[in-house]
């Protein structure tokens, strides 16, 4: 489901100044289709490689995976902690912008949290 979802997210971009240069995707959006996409609007792929059935993945493509983890573990923090601490993995309110609303404070929380981390003296 979500491998159909990457050229509606990125095809926005493409009609701005700031043109995407890599995306970066978890496996949901490994396959053909996608690489072929970006490839077609010369975007650079950081999608994940998934193990097929019958194949295992080489040494080459668990070492590109770590790589492309170590960009994606940045944003994918967040949703990390709020489904774990903060029960994010339901709606709180039954109208969309109440949610979003609480979806942006929870987000601006979580970015002064880290910032008063950063900025400690050390």
């Known amino acids: 489901m979500t491998a159909f979802l990457l050229p509606l997210c990125v095809a926005g971009s493409c009609h701005t100044q700031n043109h995407i240069k890599k995306v970066y995707a978890d496996k949901g ?45 940045i944003v994918e923090q967040y949703f990390g902690i709020s489904h774990l601490h903060n029960n994010a993995s339901r709606a709180r309110f039954t109208r969309m912008i109440k949610n979003a609303i609480d979806a942006m404070f929870r987000q601006m929380a979580f970015n002064l949290l880290k910032g008063t981390k950063v900025l400690r003296p050390a």
């Open 29 to 73: 959006y490994f396959g053909k289709n996608n690489r072929e996409f970006l490839h077609l609007n010369k975007i650079a792929d950081g999608i994940m490689t998934k193990a097929v059935r019958g194949t295992e993945l080489t040494t080459f493509e668990k070492d590109r995976n770590k790589a492309i983890s170590k960009v994606r573990y």
